[in-house]
């Protein structure tokens, strides 16, 4: 059973006569809820418990770099310098105290708490670094106490889903936002299930977007580039729509697991986020309904599309394969009887001489993969001189499961004779078939004879992100939209 509790809703009091919002909607208890929750629920969600002062140590710990990347998160908000910035749910700082030599001198930031003792550690750790435009707020549950029209940005880390009255609260943003003011929530990710953190301190964008209409905010962006938080950006000022370009692509779901549908769409955003904000795309906005994926580029031109149709037709599926000894690949040159275990695959860069003549353009490999894309810690680009021209090179880090994995496999090749070979897949093609030179790697591998900067970036961008959770159909539109220049 659900019981409507009081709601102090004042939404008229707060808002210009001209604005025009929807019902303000109350808050809720109900008899079963989660006990890292306070039972009070705002549009199908609970609201979470307040860390306390005692949260210091977690929220300062050292690892929270590796785990949450702040230094992207600040990167994300694209601060020009003399901003005002509010910090709401300061906590001891860690944000705030990031932000200052961002905005510089003719900046400020709001670090605005509820908590004494909080405010108290602020305060503190103001007067000790000697940093002048920082500025403590104590606000109230349901009043930030800013000043109206005169914040850029209001920043709310892993602290929205804490607010007990986050309805009063937003309306109170709103009106202290100046006209091209933002809100940015960073929230953790409720459409990932390896997310570690408890469930009622997670959010998915979709509830953010209906917690942030009833308010009339507008969506901006959302930026994935964290490893386990949305980085979702609003504005009060609704966005002109320019003209641009849209394609649409279908995501190809198995029948057997249409089931998932909604777990393996929140999966593909993520990934295709990551690889257009890594990319060279610029603006874009992307949308998936019905299994439908679209891109939008605004101002977008045919050179933008082709630039971003590799991110998003590629699923990434990277492998590593051993490739078949000498006298298994000429039984079946002779025979053309594919052994049980191997698969042929198309070689186009065969060795020549040396042993290796056996190895034409149709090659044996192992069926099952040494190691895979998740293997992969760290990726990056490096030009290589070559005698056809220049060419780019692919650097990878493993894991130390992948680097175990791989190196065991490394010493049994690199005993064969001729020296085995090994075929790096992306997709089920080769990219490259090398001559197993050293028994160890040590988890740092090479792919070599990519022939253009642009395409060894979409390469390293794709195993960045990680693989699709199911492959993209063909292109089925690609139009201009919005109104004509």
């Known amino acids: 059973m659900i019981r409507l509790s009081a709601a102090l809703i004042f939404a008229c009091s707060l808002l210009p006569q001209d604005d025009q919002l929807p019902p303000a909607p109350g808050y809720e208890k109900r008899e079963r809820h989660d006990p890292n929750g306070i039972n009070k629920w705002y549009l199908g969600r609970e609201i979470a418990h307040v860390m306390g002062p005692g949260g210091i140590p977690w929220l300062e710990r050292p690892e929270r770099e590796n785990e949450e990347n702040p230094t992207k998160c600040i990167e994300a908000l694209e601060l020009k310098g003399g901003e005002v910035i509010a910090d709401l749910g300061a906590g001891s700082g860690y944000y705030s105290f990031r932000l200052a030599p961002k905005v510089g001198e003719k900046g400020k930031v709001l670090a605005v708490e509820i908590q004494d003792e909080m405010i108290a550690e602020l305060k503190k750790r103001i007067e000790k670094q000697k940093i002048p435009n920082v500025e403590t707020v104590k606000c109230t549950e349901s009043d930030p106490k800013l000043p109206d029209g005169a914040v850029d940005l209001v920043l709310m880390v892993d602290v929205y889903h804490e607010l007990a009255f986050p309805y009063e609260v937003m309306l109170a943003i709103r009106k202290a936002l100046k006209p091209d003011g933002r809100v940015v929530l960073v929230e953790y990710r409720k459409e990932d299930p390896k997310v570690p953190i408890k469930e009622v301190h997670k959010m998915s964008e979709e509830q953010i977007a209906k917690e942030m209409a009833v308010v009339g905010l507008h969506h901006l962006k959302t930026v994935g580039t964290l490893p386990w938080q949305h980085i979702a950006i609003y504005t009060k000022k609704k966005p002109e729509q320019e003209p641009g370009l849209e394609m649409g692509f279908r995501m190809a779901i198995p029948e057997q697991r249409k089931k998932d549908r909604a777990q393996i769409a929140a999966e593909m955003e993520k990934i295709l986020r990551k690889r257009l904000e890594g990319s060279t795309v610029g603006r874009f906005i992307l949308k998936i309904e019905d299994d439908l994926v679209t891109l939008q580029l605004p101002g977008g031109n045919p050179e933008g599309a ?70 992969i810690v760290k990726v990056d680009t490096k030009h290589e001189k070559h005698p056809a021209g220049p060419r780019w090179m692919t650097s990878i880090e493993l894991d130390a499961e992948g680097s175990k994995l791989f190196d065991e496999m490394a010493e049994k090749l690199y005993n064969q004779s001729p020296k085995g070979m090994i075929a790096i897949l992306l997709d089920g093609k080769a990219k490259s078939v090398p001559i197993v030179q050293s028994p160890a790697f040590r988890g740092r591998l090479q792919i070599t004879g990519t022939k253009s900067k642009q395409e060894a970036r979409d390469l390293a961008i794709i195993l960045k992100s990680g693989a699709l959770p199911v492959p993209m159909g063909e292109l089925e539109f690609e139009r201009m939209y919005g109104p004509k220049k």
Do not use: C, M, W
């Open 306 to 375: 082709a630039d971003a149709k590799p991110l998003l037709g590629t699923v990434g599926q990277l492998q590593f394969r051993p490739v078949a000894t000498r006298d298994v690949q000429e039984k079946y040159n002779q025979d053309k009887v594919v052994p049980e275990g191997y698969e042929v695959i198309a070689n186009s860069e065969a060795p020549q001489g040396g042993g290796y003549e056996a190895y034409g353009a149709q090659i044996l490999v192992r069926k099952e993969s040494v190691i895979e894309g998740r293997h």
